[in-house]
């Protein structure tokens, strides 16, 4: 085999290799198949503070209860189908005080504007489902601010009045909770 014969040999074996081929030249590359990243799960667990005493309330960490809610581990998020379903969060406070709620969401345009609550015993967040632009395109805004007394407790956010379940409350991938300094 010629030097220019080798070059051509190489040449082709990587281009095959890379194409998911494979040649009679030697190869370093013994396995050409492609690795998926995993899918998130949800498992619903206690949330307990970072170091900077923020909860953290995922769709993974999350429990959604209701028949038509589902966990979408493509987008990391429950999808939203019917006015009684709701997500609830096991967490633990470390501090009694004032909590920013900041929401990530998506929902079509055609769906936005929906009543929902966020609660936390007898505290609550009122408001209404912004615009995100599709399901596709997730958005996240501060909703109001919240008072949680330290300890263990229960987290829902829900709808505020029941719709259509023909329609959609949006699509919930994140509830970040931040104590307010003074």
Same mark, same amino acid.
């Given at each position: ?28 590359a ?7 990243p ?8 206690? &949330? ?10 995922? #769709? /993974?960490? @999350?429990?959604?209860?209701? %028949?038509?809610? =589902? ?57 209404? &489902? ?9 958005k996240? #805004? /501060?909703? @109001?601010?919240?008072?949680? %007394?330290?300890? =263990? ?30």
């Amino acid at each position: 085999m010629t030097l220019f014969q080798g070059i051509i040999t190489t040449a082709v074996s990587i281009s095959l290799i890379a194409c998911g081929g494979s040649s009679n030249a030697p190869s370093a590359a013994t396995d050409s198949t492609i690795q998926q990243p995993p899918l998130y799960e949800n498992r619903p667990a206690s &949330v307990a503070p970072d170091a900077k005493g923020v909860l953290h309330l995922n #769709a /993974e960490n @999350g429990a959604g209860i209701g %028949t038509g809610i =589902k966990y979408m581990p493509e987008w990391r998020a429950f999808g939203w189908f019917r006015s009684a379903d709701r997500v609830e969060w096991t967490v633990e406070v470390p501090q009694t005080g004032a909590y920013k709620a900041t929401l990530e969401w998506s929902v079509s345009d055609e769906e936005a504007g929906k009543e929902f609550a966020l609660e936390a015993g007898a505290e609550k967040i009122e408001g209404t &489902v912004g615009k995100s632009g599709s399901w596709e395109t997730f958005k996240s #805004a /501060e909703i @109001g601010t919240i008072h949680l %007394t330290a300890g =263990k407790q229960k987290i829902v956010f829900k709808p505020n009045k029941p719709f259509d379940d023909a329609g959609a409350l949006l699509d919930l991938r994140h509830v970040v909770l931040e104590p307010v300094t003074p």
